[in-house]
């Protein structure tokens, strides 16, 4: 949820010099808005200082874990792509002391922060969904062995207490960052203490349950 290592602040989005492209307005609303675009998840990293690739994975990955899952064959793509659409830039930088080719440092343009401004001004379309490959098998676990269903329940559940813990500590730790990304820090907890809560439940039902 938060952006450890390094201290967030507020988004100061530039003032439009110019009325808003009609067409590309319409355009961005009839896009299905998924869960998060990884696209407009770079472009908003990017406001707070200039990425590696693999630091805006890594920036994912430890924040945005409890919304999905990521990889290089994600990332680059779409920064190949937003390059392109030259919402991005891109630079190569030489680390002092380092071995190895230059380390290739992206950052936002003016036309990325309007860009972004717009997809930040429409609510998302659809449905609120939780995809877990988890979930999907607990519908099924009539079907298979119950007490392999509990044991892959507890996986979980140590899995959630792991999570918790590490949520807490940064909530603590990011309690200066703006309003937004403390909101966003408690509702990770929340989540996870939801989870928990159910899994247990869920755990101890079963246990009781009559069925094989």
Known sequence: MIFQLWRLSI???PAEKQPPDIGRLIQLKGVKDKAMSIKY???????????????????????FNH???INFGQIYPNLKKMLAEQLITVREVVQVGEKGPP??????????????NQWLSFSPDGKTLLRDPFLMRFVFFGFGDKKRAVEIIDERVRLYRE???KREMNLERWKDNDIYVNLMAEFGI????????WLEESRQKILESEEP
């Open 190 to 197: 929340k989540m996870n203490k939801l989870l928990l809560e």
């Open 11 to 13: 988004i100061k989005f």
């Open 163 to 165: 999570q918790l813990k």
């Open 103 to 116: 380390r290739k440092l992206y950052s936002i343009t003016e036309k990325g922060r309007r860009e972004f």
């Open 67 to 69: 919304m999905w899952t």
């Open 41 to 63: 998840t770079i472009l908003g990293l990017l406001h707070y200082r200039d990425l590696h690739g693999y630091r805006i994975k890594d920036i994912i990955e430890q924040n």
